[in-house]
């Protein structure tokens, strides 16, 4: 993680898109067992579709776990979270939280699909979004983790 700039009306870090992990080999053959032996099952239900569906899932899953995790830039500004080039008005912000024990910011907007957005950020700047925030009088309201990123990581994803 990187803090890239640091003043009253901007702060801007970067940081990794995910936690990169180090799979051995033993995952991947338990991926592809798990995917052979459930399409073998799906075939033997002539569920053909769901058959194709889990091989295709599979193939993508393991193909995002050998992908390398991209550096995201996030910025606080005069308008607004902007994440990547996406920005994320103040006035489209309802809430905020910042967990300190793994340090993550969570914002809830008003979007319709995945309204919570959680994002790594460094401790020394903690008590700076905390001012940026407050000062745009949005509404600091503890937010955690979605079980299912917790039920993921725990099965190493």
């Known amino acids: 993680m990187e ?20 799979r051995n080999p033993d995952w991947f053959w338990a991926l592809g067992i798990i995917v052979v032996t459930s399409s ?50 103040y006035e489209n912000i309802k809430s905020f939280w910042v967990q300190e024990a793994k340090p993550t910011l969570f914002i809830h907007s008003e979007r319709a699909f995945m309204p919570i957005i959680s994002m790594p950020i460094d401790e020394t700047i903690i008590a700076d979004i905390h001012s940026i925030m407050l000062s745009k009088n949005i509404a600091e309201v503890e937010m955690k983790e979605h079980a299912a990123e917790k039920i993921m990581e725990v099965l190493g994803f």
């Open 3 to 22: 803090i890239i700039k640091k003043s009253n009306e901007k702060l801007v870090w970067s940081a990794l898109e995910y936690e990169e992990r180090d």
């Open 40 to 89: 073998i099952a799906a075939i033997i239900f002539e569920n053909y579709f769901f058959a194709v569906l889990l091989i295709l899932s599979g193939i993508l899953l393991g193909f995002f776990a050998i992908k390398k995790p991209d550096v995201v830039t996030y910025e606080l500004n005069s308008r607004g979270l902007m994440i990547r080039n996406r920005l994320y008005p």
